[in-house]
Structure formats: C-alpha cells, structure tokens
C-alpha cells in the first residue's frame, strides 16, 4: 500500500450510506479557465513558463508541488491576495453545464465534493459568485490553503507538503473503498493536478479542453486509464444519469467514450 501523506488540513466527514459520489476537480472543470493558469498567465511570469511548468510536470521532470509553488509565487510578487481574489470574481466563469448537473445530483442523493489543488478561499469565493452564497455552503471544498502575512504577502500551503502532489487527491477517494457497501465513484478532471486521482475513481472523466491543454487525457492515454472524455457537464450529466439509471455500465459508457 501506498504511503498516507500526512494531512495539516481538516477533511469533511466523507459521505456514508450514498450509491454514488461525484468528486470534482475545480479548475478548468467545473470553470471554464483554470484560475489559478489564469494568474499566473496575466499576473505571473506568464503562460510560457507557466505551460512549461506543466508539462514537467507530466513527464515526472518536477513535482507538482515545486513547480506550482514556483507559479503561484510569481504571482504573489506582484500581486496581493485579495487583488487576486477580487479578479478572479470578475474573470472566472462555470461550465455552462455545471448549475444543472449540480441540481440533477442534488435532487437524486447523489453528493458533489470538490477536490482540488487550489486555495480553499479563493475557489469559496468564486463559488459563492457563480452559484450563490447558500448553495456554494452545500458544496464540501477538499483543497490547499493559504497563508496571508500582515504585510500582504502570501503563499500556498500545502494540504500535504510531503507528497510531490501537494494535495494527493486519492486521499478524497480511497477512504470510500473501507466503507461496508462503497459508493460508486465519479471524478471529473482536467489537469496535472488530476494526476493523483486517476487511477482511483471508479468512472473518470477527463474534460476535452479546447486550448488543446489536455495533460489528464494525455496522462490516461499514456498509463493506459480508462476514462470518458467530456467537452461541457451537460454531456456528462447524460452519461451519469444512464448509469446511475441501471441503463449502462460503466464499461458500456467506457466503451461508447472510446468510439
Ligand atoms: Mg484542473
């Protein structure tokens, strides 16, 4: 078995006696930008470093902790928190899809978490812009923090510093397999910061990017993992609800994804 990372980070209690869970990466899945690409691209050293720092990521050349870090702090040079929270909830924009497969999710017992590598009050404020105050609190965020200095200078912190992923989202997941009657589980991801998650889910979707960014579909072809693509949450809500409905398996939705 793998080594369990030590966590500095609460996690919410995780749900029990549920058939389904649906975790989700935040960045570029359920938003249209990654906010935090999108920061370092416009506030940072920008996109070419920034794009570089992800596919050393992919080929295992840096972690994704050290080189997020380094991306995240290039913004923070310039930049103070909460100018960086303020233009991201002007900027950020959901998935056209995501209000409606959040509802569908809601209305059938089925628990939407986010998981993510991004920092816990940034992603609650722009959630709480895009979907409204009371339904973002219905949302549990499994995310990295930050640390704010009196003096306005700012840096990530790590949910778990001694991992090379920084956040290793297979913890949001694996604990579910120790329940006596497992949930099955959906993920949905886009990115190098889906790398830790991918193997674990028991249906992955990988978003079909349209900036051609698409690290997670490149990493699952690589490995070898199954996954399902998806361009918008509509089309996965479709695929979701044949499952969920008995009326595909998980392979039958595998194997359509493929075709
Ligand atoms: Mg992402």
């Not at 329940?179 to 190098?192: I, K, Q, T």
């Not at 490149?218 to 949450?233: D, L, N, Q």
Request: some cysteine.
């Amino acid at each position: 078995m793998a080594d369990v990372p030590e966590s500095t980070l609460p996690y919410p209690p995780i749900h029990q006696d549920k058939k389904f869970v649906v975790l989700s990466d935040w960045d570029g899945t359920i938003t249209t930008f990654d906010s935090n690409d999108y920061m370092t691209d416009n506030l940072g050293y920008g996109k070419v470093k920034r794009r570089q720092g992800n596919l050393d990521i992919l080929s295992g050349k840096a972690t994704f902790r050290d080189a997020f870090r380094e991306m995240l702090d290039s913004v923070a040079e310039r930049h103070t928190f909460e100018e960086c929270k303020a233009i991201l909830k002007r900027d950020i924009r959901m998935d056209a899809g995501f209000r409606d497969f959040y509802t569908w999710c809601k209305n059938n017992d089925i628990p939407v978490v986010i998981v993510s590598s991004g920092m816990a009050p940034l992603i609650r404020a722009v959630l709480s812009n895009l979907i409204g105050e009371e339904n973002s609190k219905q949302i549990d965020i499994v995310s990295n923090d930050v640390k704010v200095d009196s003096n306005g200078k700012w840096q990530i912190m790590y949910r778990h510093p001694t991992s090379g992923f920084g956040h290793d989202k297979s913890r949001a997941i694996l604990p579910y397999r120790d329940l006596s009657e497992p949930p099955m589980l959906f993920f949905f991801g886009d990115g190098v910061s889906d790398l830790s998650a991918a193997r674990h889910a028991d249906v992955l979707f990988v978003k079909d990017k349209e900036d051609g960014e698409n690290d997670l579909a490149a990493y699952c072809v690589r490995e070898g993992i199954p996954h399902i693509m998806f361009k918008s949450f509509s089309n996965a809500l479709s695929v979701v609800q044949s499952i969920v409905r008995g009326e595909k398996t998980k392979e039958e939705a595998f194997a359509l994804s493929a075709a």
